[in-house]
């Protein structure tokens, strides 16, 4: 989609684009557009900035900002309202990734219009493998099985080890986030209340708190690991549907 690109996080260039969003951030708009703004949340300051080129250009779809975590707010950022648009991309589905024969389609089953049989040409085996191999463009494209496991588990490690104590600043124990996700893991879908998730927990850290769970969640949320599945309650009351609870649910992790 973008016709030029900035790499914020580019090792050569990130002290100087960081510089540069301080003092002059309008100089990293220009080039061709769409411009694809990469890894934006590096420097807040790209946001009021791409805002105000907005309204000054009058033109929809000049600008992508694309980021891995949620952006600290600060004080003088603009919510963006009316002028940037907020998308969500979640890993890749089997039909995306070319793994799904794409005979049923969901759509038109609940519009009757479609045949709900279907011999599936996917084994159990590789059901599991797929499973466990995530849907992450770089892993899906990857024809070796092993590597593609192998790094489906290292991005496992990664989050334990580093990027979700980068989400808010705060060290958080590895091997208490593993277990974490594997309880998450087991109550995937399911109305799991936080006391749950700890009573999992405690079994290796009786020293944990509801409140440290908590937090280690929030931050899992913050880096886009989970997300919460919102209730279905179609043709319920209003008073009702608001009673349902979300879900906490494992959106990117095989």
């Given amino acids: 989609m973008a ?8 090792a050569d260039t990130l002290k100087i ?21 990469d890894e934006w949340q590096v420097a807040p300051e790209l946001w009021n900035a791409v805002r105000f080129a907005v309204d000054k250009r009058r033109a929809n779809g000049r600008f992508i900002l694309t980021g891995s975590v949620i952006p600290t ?23 995306e990734t070319g793994d ?24 159990i085996e590789q059901l599991a493998f797929l499973i466990n191999r995530g849907g992450w463009p770089a892993v899906a494209r ?11 588990n290292d991005y496992l490690e990664a989050v334990a080890n580093e990027d979700i104590s980068k989400a808010d600043g705060i060290e958080k124990k590895p091997d208490r986030v593993k277990d974490l996700l594997r309880s998450l893991a087991r109550n995937i879908s399911a109305e799991a209340k936080n006391s749950t998730i700890l009573n999992d927990l ?3 850290d009786e020293a944990l708190s509801q409140v440290t769970v908590i937090q280690y969640i929030e931050a899992l949320k913050k880096i886009f690991v989970i997300e919460d599945l919102p209730a279905w309650n179609p043709k319920l009351a209003l008073k009702l549907q608001y009673a349902q609870l979300p879900k ?4 990117t992790l095989p």
């Fill in 100 to 123: 799904s024969n794409d005979k049923i389609s969901l759509e038109k089953m609940f519009e009757g219009k479609e045949n709900v049989e279907s011999k599936s040409n996917i084994s």
């Fill in 202 to 204: 405690i079994k290796n």
């Fill in 73 to 95: 707010r600060t004080n003088d950022m603009h919510t963006g309202t009316g002028r940037i648009a907020r998308m969500k991309m979640r890993t890749m589905s089997l039909y």
């Fill in 17 to 37: 684009n960081i510089l540069m969003a301080k003092t002059k951030p309008s100089l990293l708009l220009e080039g061709e557009t769409p411009r694809l703004l």
């Fill in 248 to 251: 906490d649910i494992l959106s």
């Fill in 3 to 10: 016709k030029s690109v900035l790499y914020m996080q580019d």
């Fill in 142 to 152: 990857q024809t070796n099985e092993k590597i593609a496991l192998a790094t489906a």
